[in-house]
T-cell receptor
Framework: GAVVSQHPSRVICKSGTSVKIECRSL??????MFWYRQFPKQSLMLMAT?????????EQGVEKDKFLINHASLTLSTLTVTSAHPEDSSFYIC????????????FGPGTRLTVT | GNSVTQMEGPVTLSEEAFLTINCTYT??????LFWYVQYPGEGLQLLLK?????DKGSNKGFEATYRKETTSFHLEKGSVQVSDSAVYFC??????????????FGQGTRLTINP
């Protein structure tokens, strides 16, 4: 069964509003989660690393004030796209890192955001 | 910096054909290498991995060998099935930051297998 869930799977919002996307680890506690963005026919681009109980680490070029990440518990991380614009329309994917020697990442099914 | 380059798709094959999807990488040090598969409507799943030079990862009939001399990790399968239709991503893992291990992905290759 699924190890990671994301909610919602699809969301349409109006320009200027904010949207929250949830990522849940279903099978294990995760101190580290990752948020990616995937453009059509392009690769996954890492946006930020979400650490439970501390501030997220953002990749270069990602606006931390626009993409707010909260990793409030060991099973939940949220990504809030603030004041969304049409160029924020994309596929957002989270992954959960299992601690241990393998550090394997488990991916959620993704959330399709459309900003009109 | 670290990067991964995959052969461009889409790739369309007939059932039972031989598959190769090329992947080359640029990295400092000795990264671990991965192939992920994304079936329609689902999240990425780890297909196989290799953690050091000359390692061969294999799963579900797919294979890839970590070639340090050519910085490559090509994905192969001897006889593809319709159910193999998906998007395939090559990735490397490098840079330990605060206990997290970052993945760098190639652009993905869409594979369609026709009956």
């Amino acid at each position: 069964g699924a190890v990671v869930s994301q909610h919602p799977s699809r969301v349409i919002c109006k320009s200027g509003t904010s949207v929250k996307i949830e990522c849940r680890s279903l099978d294990f506690q995760a101190t580290t989660m990752f948020w990616y963005r995937q453009f059509p026919k392009q690769s996954l681009m890492l946006m930020a690393t979400s650490n439970e109980g501390s501030k997220a680490t953002y990749e270069q070029g990602v606006e931390k004030d626009k993409f707010l990440i909260n990793h409030a518990s060991l099973t939940l991380s949220t990504l809030t796209v603030t004041s969304a614009h049409p160029e924020d329309s994309s596929f957002y994917i989270c992954s959960v890192q299992r601690a241990g020697s393998s550090y394997e990442q488990y991916f959620g099914p993704g959330t399709r955001l459309t900003v009109t | 910096g670290n990067s991964v380059t995959q052969m461009e798709g889409p790739v369309t094959l007939s059932e039972e054909a031989f598959l190769t999807i090329n992947c080359t990488y640029t990295a400092t040090g000795y990264p671990s290498l991965f192939w992920y598969v994304q079936y329609p409507g689902e999240g990425l799943q780890l297909l196989l991995k290799a953690t050091k030079a000359d390692d061969k990862g294999s799963n579900k009939g797919f294979e890839a060998t970590y070639r340090k001399e050519t910085t490559s990790f090509h994905l192969e399968k001897g006889s593809v099935q319709v159910s193999d239709s998906a998007v395939y991503f090559c990735a490397l893992r490098a840079v330990l930051i605060q206990g997290a291990q970052k993945l760098v992905f190639g652009q993905g290759t869409r594979l369609t297998i026709n009956p």
